[in-house]
């Protein structure tokens, strides 16, 4: 089975732009999970995305929102960047029937200049 | 009080021997746990759960778990240089109807030849 797969990779934006990132799961597994992930604060969770409705919410604020399809490949959005959210942007995805283990993609590196 | 504490370190140990990881969380009733590993510049990669209390133990890593002290540690046996990395411990706390996994800060493990 392939892995999860985020794309792109590297990104490096402007302050005030707009982002958005893609993770495409494990085939199967319906629940996408999105964590930042900082020097300073660790890995922070972002929300929650099962059968294309959002399940539960960290304390990030509006400017960051996400979606799911129906295949399960889910979009995460940043809208009005700030230098602060350069980070590592990871997505993992989670078959449930299987005791709520999170397997991890390669993550997106996001730099704010 | 955080959710899920570790002591960021860094541990250095001498190749061979064992390393010991310790973590502390705060929700009493959580029942899944996770050991992940993660190399500089890398994701995190899964490599034990616990469920139970008592040990688990995978090839030269074992996990601990004491549920009435709210503790989970992890030990590393005959050290090797490629296990340096830091481990992230991460517990399943359930909030808003939903689990979501909480992360500890990360304990930076250095293994010297």
């Known amino acids: 089975k392939a892995g999860v797969t985020q794309t792109p990779r590297y990104l490096i934006k402007t302050r005030g732009q707009q982002v958005t990132l893609s993770c495409s799961p494990i085939?199967?597994?319906?629940?996408v999970s999105w964590y930042q992930q900082t020097p300073g604060q660790g890995l922070q969770f972002l929300f929650e995305?099962?059968?294309?409705?959002?399940?539960n919410k960290g304390n990030f604020p509006g400017r960051f929102s996400g979606r799911q399809f129906s295949n399960s490949r889910s979009e995460m959005n940043v809208s009005t960047l700030e230098l602060g959210d350069s980070a590592l942007y990871l997505c993992?995805?989670?078959?449930?029937?299987?005791?709520?283990?999170?397997?991890f993609g390669a993550g997106t590196r996001l730099s704010v200049l | 009080q955080k959710e899920v504490e570790q002591n960021s370190g860094p541990l250095s140990v001498p190749e061979g021997a064992i390393a010991s990881l310790n973590c502390t969380y705060s929700?009493?009733?959580?029942?899944?746990f996770f050991w992940y590993r993660q190399y500089s510049g890398k994701s995190p990669e899964l490599i034990m759960s616990?469920?139970?209390?008592g040990d688990k133990e995978d090839g030269r890593f074992t996990a601990q778990l004491n549920k009435a002290s709210q503790y989970v540690s992890l030990l590393i046996r005959d050290s090797q240089p490629s296990d340096s990395a830091t481990y992230l411990c991460?517990?399943?706390?359930?909030?808003?109807?939903?689990?979501?996994?909480?992360f500890g800060a990360g304990t930076r493990l250095a293994v010297h030849p």
């Open positions: 085939s199967g597994h319906r629940s």
């Open positions: 993992a995805s989670m078959d449930p029937g299987v005791q709520n283990i999170q397997y």
């Open positions: 616990i469920y139970s209390n």
């Open positions: 991460a517990v399943n706390m359930f909030s808003g109807g939903y689990n979501k996994l909480i």
């Open positions: 995305y099962f059968s294309e409705t959002q399940r």
């Open positions: 929700d009493r009733v959580s029942q899944s």
